[in-house]
């Protein structure tokens, strides 16, 4: 297993049971370590902490998510509030566990998340006739293809992975800039603009929408 831990006491004492009990675990303290050992290793379950010292969980799930890792991913972190939780599950997280935790419920979670093993993902995001290739990084509306930018493709797979679900603008900061982002919420609101000119106005139909007071939403088509 992959746990990213910057705390050295905790991440050493998580390291020395795990071990004990016969699992191998690589161990390490930041973002940019937990991309490069998750993309190149093959891991039963990744125990990722959100708070780290370059990226925060969050948006390193976000990232293995999609570029198409979709070993399970387990958060730890003192941030109990269900704001937070909801950010982890929605960046793709698939368990979330808040400190301080007992050892042996952690061993039950991490074992029913290897029992559960990668989900299957499909290649392609679509809503209605949005398709959205991850990979490729390409968007097409029926048979058009769509250029975006990268901010923009990001924010339309962070949308199309939750189709028909309300996100809020503090949510959509969080998935697609990143918790220590340096921006403005109506950023926001400005790449939606840029995403509507895009998708939606030039085809003559709807399905970016704005729920007032709360976020957005994308659907099926509407004419």
Known sequence: MLLVEDEEKLAAL?????????????????GAEALTSAREGEYDVILLDIRLPDRDGFEVCHRLRTERVWTPVLMLTARTAVADRIAGLDSGADDYLAKPFAF????ARMRALARRGP??????LE???????????????GATEVSLSTR?????????RRPDQVLTREQLLG????DHHDVASNVVDV??????????????ITSLHTVRGVGYRLTEDTP
């Open 119 to 124: 989900v299957p993902r499909p290649t392609d």
């Open 175 to 178: 998935l697609v800039w990143g």
């Open 191 to 204: 790449y939606v603009r840029y995403l509507r000119a895009k998708i939606d106005r030039p085809f003559g």
């Open 127 to 141: 809503v209605g006739d949005l398709r959205l290739d991850p990979a490729a990084r390409r968007v097409w509306r």
């Open 104 to 107: 042996q419920e952690l061993l």
């Open 14 to 30: 998580l390291a020395r049971g795990l071990t004990e009990r016969g699992d191998v675990v690589d161990v390490v303290g930041t």
């Open 152 to 160: 923009e493709f990001t924010l339309l797979e962070t949308l199309m």
